[in-house]
C-alpha cells in the first residue's frame, strides 16, 4: 500500500504537530509514503492540490493532517483499519475538538444551507458511520476519488460584517457531503484522538476526553 501524508500549511507548523508526525506508526502493510506540504492561506485550494497529487502518484490513501493537530502515534494504523473494514467507507476520520475545547468536529443533520441547525451524531469508541467530519485528521480512499469529478472541494464563504471579519470554511463537510451522495460511507473513529494545539493560548484542545458515557446521544451544540 502506498499512503501520501498531505499537510495543508500556512507555512508555520506547530511545533507539538511536527513531534507528533515524526512519531507516527505506520503498519507493516504501507510498502512506500509519500509526503507533501502545500503552503497557502487558502486551505480548500490546498486540499485540492493534496488530492490530485495522490491521484498522480498512484497513491492508495491520502493521509491528510492539518498542521496544528497533535497526533497520536497509532493514527495511520488506526484509520486504515476503519477503511479496510468497510469496503464502501471511503474516508474514515480521526475525533478532535474545535479550539474552544466543547465542540467535537463531527456533525449530522448539516445542511449547507443553513448550517446553524446542525448537531453532533451519537458516538462511543468504535468507528461509527456519520454524515461528516472536521479534516484535522482524516484517511481517504483513492478508489473515492476517481468516483469524483474534479474539482474535488467546494467552500463556503461566512462574511461578519458587524466585526470586519471574512471566513473560508465547511470545505470539509461539503467533501463528506458529496461523498455520500456517490453512494460512500464517511466514518468517525473515536479511538484516534487528536489534539487541537491553539497557537494564540499555547495549549492544547481538549484539556480532558468526554467520557463515551456522555457522547452516546445526539446533541446540539
Known sequence: MKLLIGIPSAGNPATPFTESLGRLQLPPA????????????FVPAARELIVRHALETESDVVIMCDDDMVLPEDAVTRLLETLAA????????????????????VTSRWDPADTSKASVP???T??????G??????????DALLALQAPYFE?????????????I???????????????????????VKCG???????????????????TYDERMF
Not at 468504535?126 to 454524515?131: D, K, L, M, R
Not at 467530519?133 to 483513492?142: E, L, N, Q, S
Request: with cysteine; aromatic share 10%; hydrophobic share 45%.
Open 30 to 41: 504501507v510498502s512506500a509514503v509519500d509526503h507533501l506540504t502545500v503552503v497557502g492561506n
Open 86 to 105: 468497510d469496503v464502501r467507507c471511503a474516508l474514515a476520520g480521526a475525533l478532535y475538538y474545535a479550539k474552544d475545547g466543547v465542540r467535537p468536529m
Open 122 to 124: 451519537a458516538f462511543a
Open 126 to 131: 468504535e468507528p461509527a458511520a456519520i454524515e
Open 133 to 142: 467530519v472536521g479534516f484535522g485528521c482524516v484517511a481517504i480512499k483513492r
Open 155 to 167: 467552500a463556503q464563504v461566512f462574511i461578519q460584517k458587524s466585526v470586519a471579519h471574512v471566513r
Open 169 to 191: 470554511c465547511n470545505e470539509d463537510y461539503l467533501f463528506c457531503r458529496r461523498l455520500r451522495a456517490a453512494g460512500y460511507t464517511v466514518k468517525l473513529d473515536p479511538r
Open 196 to 214: 487541537h494545539f491553539d497557537r494564540a493560548a499555547g495549549v492544547v484542545h481538549p484539556a480532558a476526553w468526554e467520557d463515551p458515557a456522555s
